[in-house]
T-cell receptor
Framework: DADVTQTPRNRITKTGKRIMLECSQTKGHDRMYWYRQDPGLGLRLIYYSFDVKDINKGEISDGYSVSRQAQAKFSLSLESAIPNQTALYFC??????????FGPGTRLTVL | KQEVTQIPAALSVPEGENLVLNCSFTDSAIYNLQWFRQDPGKGLTSLLLIQSSQREQTSGRLNASLDKSSGRSTLYIAASQPGDSATYLCAVNPIKAAGNKLTFGGGTRVLVKP
């Protein structure tokens, strides 16, 4: 089984809907991250969490919220989805050592 | 604010040619730099990580160099193969950003033609 899993893998929704993307990991890492990827822009950090009680905004947090339900689970929510949130979303994990492990991504389309 | 740039955005080479991918960053205060490979529909796979004190890292046909003072890293892929076709991303871990957060470049999309 993959170390970092994301559900769903693909989602099409309509403007104004609430969407939750979920991430689970079996690596035992304390740190978890949510990124979005737009064509030609690389990955940009939305939120990150260093442990269950620690949540921090990243570069582009507006319009998003997160929940760290357990060490292994980190969810990203779009309270009211808008078309410019159409993107590829990645979850990642790390411990204190350099490097992050990435999930396979969730492709979200907001119509 | 740290900015990471990758040029070119896309590259096409015949099989067997060496690949040279460039990454530049604006702030030399970094802990490390990573190169990732991204295949369609899949996540990112870490290829090489270079600590700020290192000049290069090698893994098989891959070699990455780091010139921190000039804000540049280069990924070399020797004797390219069609299976090397993918998007390659570089990312820096800035010292001013706490806790292993990464700043990514836009990526170079590589096509190796048989």
């Amino acid at each position: 089984d993959a170390d970092v899993t994301q559900t769903p893998r693909n989602r099409i929704t309509k403007t104004g809907k609430r969407i939750m993307l979920e991430c689970s990991q079996t690596k035992g890492h304390d740190r978890m991250y949510w990124y979005r990827q737009d064509p030609g822009l690389g990955l940009r950090l939305i939120y990150y969490s260093f442990d269950v009680k620690d949540i921090n905004k990243g570069e582009i947090s507006d319009g998003y919220s997160v929940s760290r339900q357990a060490q292994a689970k980190f969810s990203l929510s779009l309270e009211s989805a808008i078309p410019n949130q159409t993107a590829l979303y990645f979850c990642a994990t790390s411990d204190l050592s350099p490097g992050q492990a990435f999930g396979p991504g969730t492709r979200l389309t907001v119509l | 604010k740290q900015e990471v740039t990758q040029i070119p955005a896309a590259l096409s080479v015949p099989e067997g040619e060496n690949l040279v991918l460039n990454c530049s960053f604006t702030d030399s205060a970094i802990y490390n730099l990573q190169w990732f490979r991204q295949d369609p529909g899949k996540g990112l796979t870490s290829l090489l990580l270079i600590q700020s004190s290192q000049r290069e890292q090698t893994s098989g046909r891959l070699n990455a160099s780091l010139d921190k003072s000039s804000g540049r890293s280069t990924l070399y892929i020797a004797a390219s193969q069609p299976g090397d076709s993918a998007t390659y991303l570089c990312a820096v871990n800035p010292i001013k950003a706490a806790g292993n957060k990464l700043t990514f470049g836009g990526g170079t999309r590589v096509l190796v033609k048989p």
